[in-house]
């Protein structure tokens, strides 16, 4: 039950990222090779899999990670076929094409098996971190390896005591005295912090110095492998990171959620990874392409829960349509409310992957040079992050619906499309953080100059009324929360983040369904293309503008009562 959704990527890479403006590299045979071939991957190699690796997950051994049956070959398959150097630098064995590619290839992977491709999804961050950090020996004997998949990556945070407040972290590096360290502490929800997929697994690592001030200045990131290299690069010597349990989770399953220890036996060697005290800026180089690449979780799972809800819907039999002449039971597709919910999840999908592609398209700007492009993906990763995985968890949900009570029995699979959903709203930043992040750092960019463009652009296109009130009602609110204390700015953000979310999605959306309307290919797809813009600019951008009063209230409602009292 697992269709590529090519012809709708295709779609949104030719009219949403503008691919051609891009890269001339990236002509449409070569697009549609991709979008084919990595199509035919994921339905032939991971989706087979998907149903195994939830019930039937990862195994702690003391032997290291085990995976389910058939992983390990369906991972080499990636490897050998090429399908991690898509975006990777051609200076280490990539082919160097536009991320927003790249991340077509991911989402088709993810969609098929989502667990699975978190994988891919950290090395790519690792390789972020690397290409802008580390040093030309780091990046030659990495980065090769890194590239093709062959090694992968992970990132190390989190600690039993320190979730979002990183400052808080005690994990020490001390200095053996010929340029490494010895690393030493505990860090919890390592994805694919251990498997038996690749040879190596390269970890990378927040921790701190000696004499290390307190807080997030005193953070250093440090290369730490599984196993050190030896001089011809190859994996040797085990480096002393203990995977000391795996998690019981609620959902993604076949991604190992990892409690690693470093330095048990203090023969834990790490490498700096930019300067000492440098950490967090490094960090948040690999942080923000995962932020991103768990906002196309998001579309991901939408879509998987989509086609799924979609199959059921056109198959279940049950009454006749109301107000119908004809008494004949029909399939549920056909009843007004199950319309509605499938419209909605179709709509919320295609929205989620606008906003989701337009931000790496901007990306791929940014990298070309375009400055603007540039402060714009800043200001789109909260956005993108945080809104596409809610519509990830909201569009899981209405399939289960979709599904009546049959959803709720795991056999279907509805349920574990929202369990595996659940998760990406938390990790990466919660959507709090990401709230917090917008109306904080990046609203207040150029003095609210980066918005001010963007919702200009967007009232220039808009042509839907409501669309051009919501887009008004979002700069009326921006330009109150400038001129408000910390506290209100704080009270007003997730409020402030969807409208604006709804906002974007609505200009993209309206846009694509104006460019169906005038374009020819699958009838069936651009019928369906307008319907669900047309249903996301009439009912689902008017529903946001019931957010303003929550995104111009003060914090003051919020303590008008003690902590004691929510006890009460």
Not at 57 to 82: I, L, N, Q, S
Request: aromatic letters at 6%; hydrophobic letters at 45%.
């Amino acid at each position: 039950m697992f269709t590529p959704a090519i012809t709708e990527q295709r779609f949104v890479l030719e009219h949403i990222v503008r691919l051609s403006e891009v890269s001339a590299e990236a002509t449409p045979d070569l697009v549609e090779a991709v979008l084919e071939g990595a199509g035919q991957f994921a339905a032939g190699e991971w989706a087979p899999l998907e149903r195994l690796g939830d019930t039937d997950g990862p195994k702690w051994t003391e032997d290291g990670v085990k995976m389910p049956a058939g992983f390990a070959d369906a991972y080499r398959a990636y490897v050998e076929g090429g399908w991690g150097t898509i975006g990777s630098p051609v200076a280490f064995g990539g082919q160097g094409l536009p991320v927003s590619l790249s991340i077509a290839v991911l989402e088709t992977l993810g969609t098929a098996n989502m667990g699975f491709a978190l994988a891919p999804i950290l090395t790519v961050g690792a390789i972020e971190a690397l290409t802008h950090h580390g040093t030309p020996g780091q990046q030659a004997l990495y980065l090769p390896h890194l590239a093709t998949g062959a090694w992968t990556g992970t990132m190390n945070l989190t600690e039993p005591q320190a979730g979002s407040d990183v400052g808080a972290l005690k994990s020490k590096a001390e200095p053996v005295g010929d340029g490494t360290y010895r690393i030493k502490g505990t860090k919890i929800f390592i994805s694919f912090g251990d498997h038996d997929l690749a040879e190596n697994i390269v970890h990378l690592v927040l921790a701190r110095t000696p004499d290390a001030p307190a807080g997030t200045k005193g953070l250093s990131l440090f290369l730490v492998p599984k196993y050190r290299l030896n001089a011809d690069g190859t994996p040797g010597t085990f480096n002393d990171v203990r995977t000391v349990s795996i998690e019981h989770k609620m959902g993604l399953h076949a991604s190992p959620t990892c409690v690693l220890s470093f330095g048990d036996n203090d023969d834990c060697i790490g490498e700096l990874i930019g300067p000492e005290l440098g950490g967090i800026r490094a960090m948040f180089t690999m942080m923000n392409n995962a932020r991103l690449n768990v906002g196309l979780q998001g579309v991901q799972v939408a879509e998987r829960a989509t086609q799924r809800a979609v199959a059921y819907a056109r198959e279940r039999i049950q009454s006749a349509r109301a107000g119908s002449a004809s008494r004949e039971p029909v399939a549920i597709v056909e009843h007004p409310d199950v319309r509605r919910m499938l419209m909605r999840m179709k709509a919320q999908t295609q929205a989620a992957r606008a906003l989701v592609y337009y931000a790496f398209a901007q990306l791929d700007r940014a990298r070309a040079g375009d400055a603007a492009a540039n402060a714009r993906v800043e200001l789109l990763t909260p956005l993108a992050k945080a809104h596409a995985t809610d519509l990830g968890n909201e569009v899981a949900s209405i399939g289960i619906q979709v599904h009546g009570g049959m959803g709720y029995i795991e056999e279907t699979g509805a349920a574990q499309h929202f369990r595996d959903a659940r998760i990406t709203p938390i990790y990466e930043g919660t959507n709090g953080i990401q709230a917090a992040d917008l109306v904080g750092r990046k609203l207040s960019m150029d003095n609210g100059g980066t918005l001010l463009a963007l919702l200009a652009e967007m009232r220039g296109d808009a042509e839907d009324a409501e669309l051009t009130r919501l887009i008004d009602a979002c700069e009326e609110v921006a330009r109150n929360l400038l001129a408000s204390e910390t506290d209100d700015r704080l009270a007003a953000s997730y409020p402030f983040l969807t409208m604006l979310s709804v906002a974007v999605c609505g200009w993209l959306m309206e846009t694509q369904g104006r460019i169906a309307a005038r374009s020819e290919g699958d009838p069936a797809f651009l019928k369906m293309k307008q319907a669900a813009a047309r249903f996301h600019v009439e009912q689902i951008v008017p529903e946001a503008m019931g957010l303003k009063a929550a995104a111009m209230a003060k914090a003051e409602l919020l303590y008008a009562v003690d902590a004691e009292a929510f006890a009460a």
